[in-house]
């Protein structure tokens, strides 16, 4: 069975560019949760969508947002980059409804750097 | 405020050296508290699911152990291939957002 898959893997915008990352979920899992990891502040939640609907959002300002297709991929924006935006986006996909963390299969991320 | 610690943030071991790395917590109503491993230029990769005090999992090398304010990831006899980082999340009272530690990294010297 494929794993989550991230696209692209590495990325480099400049301040103020907006960017697009996408994620394709197990087969089979509905859930798509979104992190941002940085080496300062570790790894933090920003979103998890379930049969396109957000179900859960973290304390990040509106300029971060995603969506759900009805395959359940999964695309997180950001709008106005800003140079502390430069992390590790991390997606998870999980086969539950539940929405506990012990069934999340994380992708390998995408790495953006902000210049 | 949901807060979760790790300790010590890094751990260098000779290869059949136990350790133990701590998670301590600081949350209402401990939903789960969850243990991965993370490689570089990888994902986390779930280990374990400790859902209250006294509960014990084990996985090979690897023991976790839980009480009402931490949690102990032991690891015993570690080989070079468990170097990685360690990180501890839980979920707690009413929201499923999990809150994740800072991590422990782990380099097994052989």
């Known amino acids: 069975k494929a794993g989550v898959t991230q696209t692209p893997r590495y990325l480099i915008k400049t301040r103020g560019q907006q960017v697009t990352l996408s994620c394709s979920p197990i087969?089979?899992?509905?859930?798509v949760s979104w992190y941002q990891q940085t080496p300062g502040q570790g790894l933090q939640f920003l979103f998890e969508y379930f049969s396109e609907t957000q179900r859960n959002k973290g304390n990040f300002p509106g300029r971060f947002s995603g969506r759900q297709f009805s395959n359940s991929r999964s695309e997180m924006n950001v709008s106005t980059l800003e140079l502390g935006d430069s992390a590790l986006y991390l997606c998870?996909?999980?086969?539950?409804?539940?929405?506990?963390?012990?069934?999340?299969?994380f992708g390998p991320g995408t790495r953006l750097t902000v210049l | 405020e949901d807060q979760v610690t790790q300790s010590p943030e890094a751990l260098r071991l000779q290869e059949g050296e136990s350790s133990s790395l701590n998670c301590s917590y600081t949350v209402s109503g401990l939903r789960g508290l969850f243990w991965y491993r993370q490689d570089p230029g990888k994902g986390p990769e779930f280990l374990f699911t400790l859902y209250s005090a006294g509960e014990e999992k084990e996985k090979e090398r690897l023991k976790a152990t839980l009480t009402k304010k931490e949690s102990f990831l032991h690891i015993t006899a570690p080989k070079p291939e468990d170097s990685a980082t360690y990180l501890c999340?839980?979920?707690?009272?009413?929201?499923?957002?999990?809150?994740f530690g800072r991590g422990t990294s782990l380099i097994v010297h052989p």
């Open positions: 998870a996909s999980s086969p539950a409804a539940d929405q506990l963390a012990d069934t999340q299969y």
């Open positions: 087969s089979g899992h509905r859930s």
């Open positions: 999340a839980v979920q707690a009272g009413g929201s499923y957002i999990p809150t």
